[in-house]
């Protein structure tokens, strides 16, 4: 680019770009390369008449926004699997952990993730769903992509709806 007589510039290109095309993909990529995306996975059988369920949790005083990206749940179940999705803004009782960052080597979340073995659902339901189960690997969800918004003291529980199953979670988080 020219910009005077015998003065030139080079213009950097950078995934700012991601923005102006709404690219998701893009920009999931960038905030990962900012060390800003984290995945968490548990496992867990409900105990007798209850379901187990997985929860991110934005601690209080954390100074952070959570945005849930993706949440799956799966069991080993040779029906339909049925989920719930609900918020929940008290800490289920076991801490798995942080979130762990993508970004191979940068520090984990703030955002904590937990499970629970529970009579019902936790909290405010927001959504179910179901999805045909296989009787060699078990029901599972379909990655789904939700954008729930966490600020601190805040929480995003997922469980199958079926009690006393074996049951995994899976989330990927934005943190900010």
Not at 5 to 17: D, K, M, R, W
Not at 95 to 106: Q, T
Not at 113 to 124: D, E, L, N, V, Y
């Amino acid at each position: 680019m020219r910009i005077a007589s015998g003065v030139s510039a080079v213009v950097e290109l950078t995934n700012n770009y991601a923005r102006q095309l709404g690219s998701f993909q893009e920009l999931a990529l960038e905030r990962a390369r900012a060390s800003q995306v984290f995945e968490q996975t548990g496992t867990g059988t409900g105990a007798a008449g209850q379901s187990f369920f997985f929860q991110a949790f934005n601690p209080v005083g954390s100074g952070k926004t959570v945005v849930v990206l993706v949440y799956e749940v799966s069991a080993n179940l040779a029906v339909n699997l049925a989920y719930t999705v609900s918020l929940h803004n008290v800490a289920l009782t076991t801490l798995v952990g942080a979130f762990i960052n993508v970004n191979s080597g940068a520090a984990a979340a703030s955002c904590e993730f937990r499970t629970q073995s529970i009579a019902g659902f936790p909290g405010t339901l927001v959504r179910t769903g179901a999805r045909g189960g296989d009787p060699n690997a078990g029901g599972t969800s379909p990655e789904k992509t939700g954008y729930y918004v966490l600020s601190a003291g805040k929480g995003l529980v997922v469980g199958p709806s079926e009690l006393g199953s074996f049951a995994r979670g899976f989330m990927r988080i934005w943190e900010f």
